[in-house]
């Protein structure tokens, strides 16, 4: 497998948009893969519209490949979502990597905008089936439990054929989900022993459904930090995922210390058939996330992609 780390976002750590820009260019310049921008339509604090990033992602590099990390499908109408994709991936010239989910139960978003959770496996599976279809050329006419369409048609298409369609989530209804529609699969926030279990129930859900996935399509989301657990960055997330994840164990997910722990733990990954990372700097303030950013491209990049 080719094992390749991205950058991931999940907030906004700079000071304005020219830290955002500097941050890309630094990317562009290295031998960092990916860009991931998480989906947030409702916070306090500032978070960057993924799909908007990710036209913007598109006009300002020419190598570097960007996603979202995922975003929520319900939340959107499926004929302008992939009217968005292939535009995205047209004018990129065939660099995009879009990933999407149903989105958590605890999405401020729910109850924010009135959006019912409920169906909402249902509702991305529909968008799903459309949006595949759009992506192919097709005219699609469509008439399901949430959407009706009647000779939808877009163009230009994307430039990937097919374009890639990453599914996030663990559910069962998710294996399926991935099986049913997926190019490749992004893990959630879980440890490498809880991901293991789930990457062997997609590929042999995928391998029934007579559409495997290819083993290079597997991907992982983590945090990290070059330093030590008693960092504020670090102690506040870990506290936060507490609130909600009372199951999980940072210290299982988190790689913080130097770049052989990072390593480490990247490697446990790997062993579980991860090998596509977005990696997220557990970091506070502009300057201290882009020296996050450094040492990683100088220290762990090098190692993990050789």
């Excluded at 670090?234 to 199951?247: K, S, T, W, Y």
Aim: proline residues 7%; charged residues 20%; neutral net charge.
């Amino acid at each position: 497998m080719s094992v390749r780390v991205g950058v991931g976002l999940a907030g906004f750590p700079f000071a304005d948009a020219r830290g955002f820009w500097r941050m890309v260019e630094r990317c562009e310049a290295s031998p960092v893969d990916s860009i991931w921008q998480s989906d947030r339509l409702v916070s306090a604090d500032p978070q960057l519209e993924c799909m908007s990033a990710m036209a913007a992602l598109a006009g300002a590099t020419s190598r570097l490949k960007f996603g979202m990390n995922v975003a929520v499908v319900a939340f959107r109408d499926p004929l302008v979502l992939a009217k968005e994709c292939a535009t995205i991936d047209f004018l990129s010239g065939g660099r995009f990597l879009p990933a999407f989910g149903v989105g958590p139960d605890a999405s401020p978003e729910w109850r924010a905008a009135g959006y019912d959770a409920k169906g909402r496996g249902r509702r991305t599976d529909e968008a799903l089936a459309i949006m595949s279809g759009l992506w192919r050329g097709e005219s699609v006419d469509f008439s399901g439990e949430f959407y009706r369409y009647r000779g939808a048609r877009i163009a230009p298409l994307p430039v990937q054929r097919p374009l890639p369609l990453w599914i996030g989530g663990s559910s069962p209804a998710a294996v399926r989900r991935t099986a049913r529609f997926g190019t490749g699969w992004v893990a959630g926030i879980q440890t490498a022993a809880q991901v293991a279990p789930v990457v062997a129930a997609i590929r042999a859900a995928a391998a029934h459904a007579g559409r495997p996935i290819d083993p290079d399509h597997f991907g992982a989301g983590l945090f990290y930090r070059f330093g030590d657990w008693s960092h504020p960055a670090v102690d506040a997330l870990a506290r936060g995922l507490g609130r909600f994840q009372p199951d999980l164990d940072p210290r299982a997910f988190f790689g913080v210390g130097d770049a052989a722990e990072i390593c480490a733990r990247i490697a446990e990954y790997r062993a579980a058939g991860i090998s596509k990372f977005v990696l997220r700097p557990l970091a506070q303030g502009e300057p201290d996330f882009r020296d996050q950013l450094e040492r990683l491209i100088a220290e762990v990049i090098p190692a993990v992609h050789d």
